[in-house]
Every structure is written in structure tokens, then in C-alpha cells.
């Protein structure tokens, strides 16, 4: 099996994908492809330009931030399905406001944030389907941190559960 065919594969099990034209599939498997990455292997750091958004499709990977006086900490484990690097996606943020590195043996669907960007610009019945589908990856990200700042401020000296 190519590279292409077994991408496009990968592709069909994404829920989201599943509903898409075939046009509009086609245009985001151009700007798509398959990585793997290695435990403790770097996505990417805090402060990198923002150049690909992530699909975990096995595996996980750890979103950390550095927090003052209390060093780099985990805030979110992204697993099978999940979005990385949303913020990619939207027009102001060019810069990574947070790190990720693969907790396991992990292959994610990487895809150009500037090409998906554009694709959205030029198709906006496609760009509509990509933010809504951003949208829940945010709100979800939103009630996470809601929770885990509520659970820091419950318990001020316990060590963030996420860590384990």
C-alpha cells in the first residue's frame, strides 16, 4: 500500500472526515500526511511559529506549558481522535502557547496549518465545517481548564492529576 492510500485510509476513520464531500476530503488529503513519533519526542514547543495541526490517531501526546515557580506542566494528554495544535488554525495566534511530546509510540495526521487556512479562505463551505469542528475542540479544551483550575484552587498543594 502507498503512502497516499494508506493516509487516505487513516483519513476514513476520522469521524469528521466521514462527512465530508469528497471534494472536500480530496482538498485536505493535499495537505496532509502520516508521522510517527518516538516517547518523549517533541511536536513542538511553546513559542514555535504555528505551521501544522495534529490528529492523534494512536497513542498520546502531552500539551504542557511552563508555568513560573512551578516549571513545565502537563494540562492536557491528547488521545486517539484528538486535535493538537488547534490554535494553528485560527488567523491572530502565530505562535505555540504551548509544547507537545509523545507520551507513547504515537502516529498522528499532520496537516499545513497555512495551507488549511487558506483552503478555508477559498472554500467557505469548507472553512465552515473546519471551524465549527475547531470550535468544539476549543470549548472542550475550555471545560477541561475549567476543571483543572477548579480542582488547583480546591486543592492548592496537591500535585496536578494530568502529571500522572
Keep these: 500500500m502507498s503512502s497516499q492510500e494508506e493516509l487516505i485510509k487513516v483519513l476514513q476513520t476520522i469521524p469528521w472526515y466521514q462527512e465530508l464531500d469528497p471534494k472536500h476530503f480530496d482538498k485536505l488529503v493535499g495537505i496532509s500526511s502520516l508521522i510517527e513519533v518516538e ?3 517533541e511536536l513542538f514547543r511553546e513559542g514555535d511559529p504555528e505551521d501544522y495541526l495534529y490528529v492523534v490517531i494512536q ?5 504542557e506549558m511552563m508555568i513560573p515557580s512551578r516549571g513545565r506542566m502537563r494540562i492536557y494528554t491528547a488521545e486517539p481522535m484528538d486535535v493538537v495544535g488547534w490554535s494553528s488554525v485560527t488567523p ?3 505562535r505555540r502557547t504551548a509544547g507537545a511530546q ?3 509510540p504515537s502516529c498522528l495526521v499532520r496537516q499545513e496549518a497555512a495551507a488549511l487556512r487558506k483552503l478555508c479562505e477559498e472554500d467557505h463551505d469548507l ?3 473546519v471551524m465549527r469542528r475547531m470550535a468544539n475542540v ?3 479544551r475550555l471545560l477541561t481548564t475549567r476543571l483543572q483550575l477548579l480542582d488547583m484552587f480546591a486543592n492548592p498543594g496537591a500535585e496536578d492529576a494530568s502529571n500522572v
Excluded: C, F, T
Design 39 to 41: 516517547p518523549k519526542q
Design 59 to 63: 497513542g498520546r501526546i502531552a500539551i
Design 138 to 140: 476549543v470549548a472542550s
Design 127 to 129: 472553512g465552515y465545517i
Design 102 to 104: 509523545a507520551v507513547l
Design 92 to 94: 491572530i495566534v502565530r
